[in-house]
Each structure stands twice: as structure tokens, then as C-alpha cells.
């Protein structure tokens, strides 16, 4: 009995567990549910081929292309779903053209040698279309045209062996998949769209206004007079930068999908979703920038006044104002993004930063012989804390040994192997 | 005449420019070329259903789904084709299992019921089942598997309006698909096999060789003392640690396709593939602080001597010294990955480079004055590269302003608007 209550409590934890996360989910992006819906709305769309007799009777069994299109094409985005859906269209049709083609040579060459000339066809066909899948450019826009291409050509070379009425079966699953298209496409476009370039969009802005929360949590959380740096590590601004770190494989495939999209809302056709990119690898660079500068403050935090106390506000204040100013600037961007209006004092701004990194230049300059070594101690604390992490892969891969069983070396086989 | 040998001239430039690139690929990595061999073969293998007669008076039509299979589960890798496998026989199963019952339900409820039943089944089960894919537990491992489940039940579910047998269909479609994966299975396990378990492996080995190169190169072209510091931007020990700072969607994804693979070679079926990932983790974030250091000594290049010349000598010493350690150390944990031997010396290297981080430490902390400047002036430095970078985001925001031909912001406008 006892058992039986445990599980049954055990189960009821982790379906609650579930529930909550699935409801976080939704929460957390309400498209994805409205995504969802217009799924099995699609779905439910084409099925009406079955349904209705006289639709039925037009396109019979090859109706099964209509929902099979629906599946696969449907996808979070208006791009994606527009990108496969034209693949999947063009492909089909080229390949179905070549098949057919394919099938009148194989015939002409007489009955026994068919077999042999269509499966050589094929061979042929699918490996020249799976080696251009190496070939970068197709792999980033036409990777899955090219796998319904290798699909359509062999289905009908293949059946056209067996099937006697090849251009009526051709001619209806071509225009089963069109409809399976356009009923993506309209589902996709008219119902709670979702635009890939959009998102983009936003999420470029988003992270230059994380990228200015790190310089301003840096100004008032770390350079202003009276901030506290002993428990730096449980500032939430210390943190923010991680994600821009990694946006770039996010960044990549929502630009490829933008640039499938018509031109919607405030996007024109031809907008410049590349300039994002470059946006967003400075943003990284930056972000990298500041995952130095938190690595150093949280191992040494301590700023102490020392024995040149006027030298040191000096420095410390010229910092806060240069991240500030900074800070300021960033956001400002991330809003005109945001606009999509012409930043108008991101350049002034920008002036003033420079003007501070001058001055903080000469301040430090100033003694001729601190300035000397300066340089190169920099060189050395970076240097330092490149080397602790180098070590902290050492302990790594020693774990790695552990847990797969390397073997140990053994120095005395060495040297037998040895001549 | 000249327009049309111009016009030849440029086909012609086009055409060998693509096939050098095609070249290039093949060479890189010939194993891409097995591969496209492979698809052939298996494809050509299950055509042999169509062109042999009583295989297919077996299987009739549903031969086709076998061709299919093979075009669409063939992967790159062992791990991609087994998990895509996998995930389409089970989901087949599955799917077809609750198709059958949807029918069965749906016919107990009369003739006029059963489409709007049949329509409410695959409505749900596909929202629902979409819904699923944005569980990321559920994206990373059963994507595909999800996609083919709402497929087979939605096929299923709708065909049974109008086929009769449908029992017979399922079973005849369920061993197609079954004796295609089995095709590609044998094709890619048994036919130069490429394991994604392995690529990983080497990758990962290759990443800490990349690393030790960086050091290595620090020691003998900057730090020596007869390095030229000049032509800085020309050595390529600046550039090797790029690719690394990059790895992390291909680590990625190798890993979710080795999980799938069975024990081979001198892998097990339970490698820690995890581990990997983790060390990856640790080589990118020792990347990016070879990214801060790179991108400071590019800027102030100059190691001069200054007013303290031993003491400048000394540091420079230090800084060789830790860099070419720290080299060898990783260059010999990379070559105990490859060889699968634990790494002996690595944790003697380890706490050598920290008795010099130490003494270099001491060192500068001897003049009390200038250490405690030096560490602030460490923090501006550092302060000082990301603001110059953070002036880079601004301007090619700018770009993109002009670019997208971004609103002018009107000042008089804004006035009016406020209240």
C-alpha cells in the first residue's frame, strides 16, 4: 500500500513538474501557441480533400501529398515556412521533370536494359545532389529543396517502372502539393503572423541594450564612490552580457529565413538583414570585451584608495564617466533601433567617449615611469588570467580521462617500441 | 560577336571558378564524397522493390515509402542516420497505432459523425504535438520524431475515410519504412562509417592545439627578446583562436548525434560525450580571454624598456615563461585526448604556471605605489577596448540607419504629441 502512495506521489510530482513548465512555455511566448493552432488548422484545411467526395474524386489517392506537404513545410516563422514551401514546390517540379524525362530514355533503350539504365540514373542523380549539399551557399538556402529534389526524381523514376499512367499520377501530385503549399502559406501569412525579420529585429536591440545595462551596472554598482564591490558576484549585471555571447547561431539562421519574407509593416523587400549580422558579430566582440573586464573585477574587486588617493579618484572617476557615457549612448541605439529611427546623438556621444579615453590616456601617462611598466603589467594580468583558465581545462580533460578510462602511459613500453 | 565570346569568356570564368570550389571540398574532406556515393547506393539498393516482380507484388505501392525513407533518414553521420532512424520507425509505429483507434472510435459514431470526429482527432493531436517541439528536451533529441508521428496520424487517421484495408496498408507501409531504415542503417554503419562521437573527439583535441599554437606563438614572436613587435597584425598566431571562440553549434550538435551512436572503436556505448562539451565550454572562454589579450597588444604594440629596465626585463621573462608553459601544457592534454592516454605531466605543468603567476604577482607588487595604481589602471584598459568597441556598434548602426532608411527624428513633432 505504502508503495503504491509513494508512486503515485512520485508521478503527481512530475507531472506537475511538467505542467508548470509547459505553462512557462506559453507564458513566456504566447505564439507559440497560436503556432500550434494554425498547425492543426492547416491540417485540418487539406483533410477536407478526403472529406468531399467531388474533391476526392479529383485527386484521389494523391491527396495523402496535400497532408504529407502540410506536416513538413509548416514551420514557427513566415520565412521558414515560405523558404520550404517554394523549395518544396520548385524542387518537386524539377525533379518530377527530370524523372519523367529519365523514364523516356530508359524506355527507348528496350525492356531489359530499363531496370538498369533507371537505377544508374538514380545512383547518379542522388550522389551529384548530395555532394552539392557540401557546397555552403546550398546548404544555407537550398538544403531542403535539394533533398525533395533527390526524393521527387527517384520516386518517379523509380515507380515510372510500374506505373502506366506516369503524367496524370505526376500532374496530380504536383498540384496536391501546390494546394498543401498555399495553405501553409496562407495560414503562415494571414494568421497571427510571425516574422523572422522582425525578430530579428528585436532581438539585435535587445542585446545592445543588455550590452549598455553591464556598463551601467559597472558606473553605479562598481565606479561610483560609495558602491559596495564586496558581493560583486551576486550583481545581476555581471551576468547580463552571457547571452549576447552566444546570439550568433540564432542571429544566422533567423537572417537566412528573413530573407525569404515579402516586405511586411515597417520592413520594405530588400531591407539590409545583413547589417544586422555585422551588428550583432560587434556586439559579440564587445560582449567578449566585457567578459574580461568581469573576469578581472570579480578576482581582484578591491579598489583601494592607496598611497596616491587624488590619482585614484581621478582614474576612478574618468571610468565611471566613460562607462556611463557609454551606457547611455548603447541604450540610446537599441531605442533607435527599436524606432527605427536615425540616432541622433549616438555620434555625440560617441565624441565624448573618445575625449574621456583621451584624457584618462594622459592622466596615466603623466609618470613617465609607471606608464612603462603599466603597459606591459596589463599585458601580464591579462596574460594571468588566460593562464588560470588554460588551467581550469586541465582539470577538465583530467576528468574526461577518469570518466572514459584512458589508459595510463607506461614508460617502459615506450621504450621498447623505441629502436 | 565580341559580346557573345565576352559573355562565353565570363560562363567560362564561372564554370571553373565552381569547379575548383567543388574540388576543394572533395579534398578537404573526402570522406563527403563517400558519403555521397553512400546515398546513392542505398537508394539504388531499395529501388530493387520496384524492379524485381515478386518483391514488388509484396509490397505494391508502398514501395515507395521505402524509397522515401532512405532520401529523407540518410544523414552524414552513423549518429544523425540512427537517430533519424529511430525516431521515424518509432513515430511511424506510434502514430499509426493511435490512427488506427482514432478510426475505430470515430466509426462507432455513425456515418455523419465520423469526418467531423476524424477532423477534431488531427486538429488536436497536431496542436498538441507541435506545441510538444518547443519543449527543448523534446527539440533536441525527438524533433524529427514528432514531425513524423503528426504525419503517419494525421495520413492514417484521414485515409481511413476512404481506404477500406486499412490494416493491410499499415503493416505493408510499417515494413517499408522498416526495411528502408534497415538500408540506410547497414549503408551507413557498415560503409566507411563517419561517427559523429569521433568528429567530436577530434574536434575537441584540435580546439586545445589552437589554443597551445596562440601561447606558443605569444612566447616566441612577442615575448622574446629579439621579437619583432612591428608587423604584429601579419602573424597568423592572432588569428588561430577565431575558429574556436565559434565552436559551440557544431559541439553542439555532434554530441546530440554521438548519444545515438553504439560503442565503436575505442568508444563505448556511455563515453561521457558531456565531458566534452564541458571542456569545450572551458577552451571558448580561454579563447576569449586570448581575444582581450590579442586585441590590446594589437593596439599598443610597443614593449618599451622605459626608466626601469630590469624590472621590465623581468616581467617580460615571466610572461614567456608562463605563455610557453601554458602552451606545452595544452598542446600535451590535446595530444592525450588523441591518443586516449591520461595526461601525465599536464598537473606538473598546471602548478608550474601558478608558481609564476604568483612570483609575477610578487613582482609587481613590490613598489607599493604602483600596485595599487596598476590595478585600476588594469580595469581602465580594460575599460578603455570596450568602449572603442562599443564606438564600433554605433557606427554601424548608423549604417544600417542609412541603410534601411530610418526616420529622421522630428523634434517639433515630438513637442506637439506630448500633452
Known amino acids: 500500500m505504502d508503495i503504491g502512495f509513494e508512486r503515485r506521489e512520485k508521478t503527481r510530482t512530475i507531472l506537475v513538474e511538467l505542467s508548470k513548465k ?41 491527396s495523402m501529398w496535400a497532408v504529407l506537404t502540410v506536416v513538413v513545410i509548416m514551420e514557427y516563422t513566415v520565412g521558414g515556412t515560405l523558404s520550404k514551401g517554394l523549395n518544396r514546390a520548385i524542387a518537386t517540379l524539377v525533379g518530377g521533370a527530370l524523372g519523367v524525362a529519365a523514364h523516356q530514355i530508359a524506355v527507348l533503350c528496350g525492356e531489359k536494359a530499363e531496370p538498369i539504365l533507371l537505377g544508374l540514373f538514380v545512383f547518379t542523380l542522388a550522389a551529384a545532389a548530395t555532394f552539392s549539399r557540401f557546397i555552403p551557399e546550398i546548404k544555407a538556402r537550398y538544403d531542403y529543396g535539394v533533398t525533395i529534389f533527390i526524393m521527387t526524381f527517384s520516386l518517379v523514376t523509380v515507380s515510372s517502372y510500374r506505373v502506366d499512367e506516369l ?32 525578430d530579428l529585429h528585436k532581438l539585435v536591440a535587445a542585446d545592445l541594450e543588455k550590452l ?16 559596495e564591490v564586496e558581493n560583486l558576484e551576486s550583481k545581476s549585471f555581471l551576468q547580463v552580457y552571457i547571452s549576447v555571447l552566444n546570439s550568433k547561431p540564432t542571429e544566422d539562421s533567423l537572417m537566412s529565413l528573413a530573407r525569404w519574407e515579402p516586405g511586411h509593416g515597417r520592413f520594405w523587400f530588400r531591407h539590409p538583414w545583413k547589417q544586422y549580422l ?93 606608464s612603462d611598466v603599466l603597459h606591459l603589467a596589463t599585458i601580464a594580468s591579462l596574460l594571468t588570467q588566460l593562464v588560470v583558465r588554460a588551467r581550469e581545462i586541465a582539470g577538465s580533460v583530467e576528468e574526461l580521462a577518469r570518466l572514459a578510462h584512458f589508459k595510463r602511459f607506461d614508460p617502459i613500453h615506450e621504450v621498447r617500441v623505441k629502436p
Chains 1, 2 share one sequence.
Open 22 to 62: 509547459v505553462k512557462k512555455i506559453g507564458e513566456d511566448d504566447p505564439r507559440r501557441i497560436a503556432h500550434s493552432f494554425k498547425v492543426g488548422l492547416a491540417l485540418t484545411l487539406v483533410s477536407v480533400f478526403y472529406y468531399v467526395t467531388p474533391l476526392f474524386d479529383g485527386f484521389g489517392v494523391s
Open 167 to 198: 503524367m496524370q499520377l505526376a500532374l496530380q501530385r504536383v498540384s496536391t502539393i501546390v494546394v498543401g503549399v498555399a495553405t501553409c502559406l496562407c495560414t503562415s501569412i494571414f494568421v497571427f503572423p510571425v516574422w523572422a525579420g522582425e
Open 212 to 227: 549598455a545595462n553591464f556598463l551601467e551596472g559597472l558606473s553605479t554598482d562598481y565606479f561610483a564612490e560609495k558602491a
Open 278 to 370: 555585422r551588428i550583432g558579430a560587434l556586439s559579440r566582440q564587445c560582449a567578449s570585451s566585457m567578459d574580461a573586464l568581469a573576469t578581472y573585477i570579480t578576482t581582484y574587486p578591491k579598489l583601494k584608495p592607496g598611497t596616491d588617493p587624488d590619482l585614484h579618484l581621478k582614474i576612478r572617476k574618468m571610468c565611471q564617466e566613460m562607462s556611463s557615457e557609454s551606457a547611455k549612448a548603447l541604450k540610446e541605439l537599441s531605442s533607435s533601433i527599436r524606432a527605427m529611427i536615425v540616432p541622433s546623438s549616438a555620434s555625440r556621444l560617441a565624441s565624448t567617449v573618445v575625449a574621456s579615453v583621451g584624457k584618462l590616456e594622459d592622466v596615466l601617462s603623466e609618470d613617465k615611469a609607471m
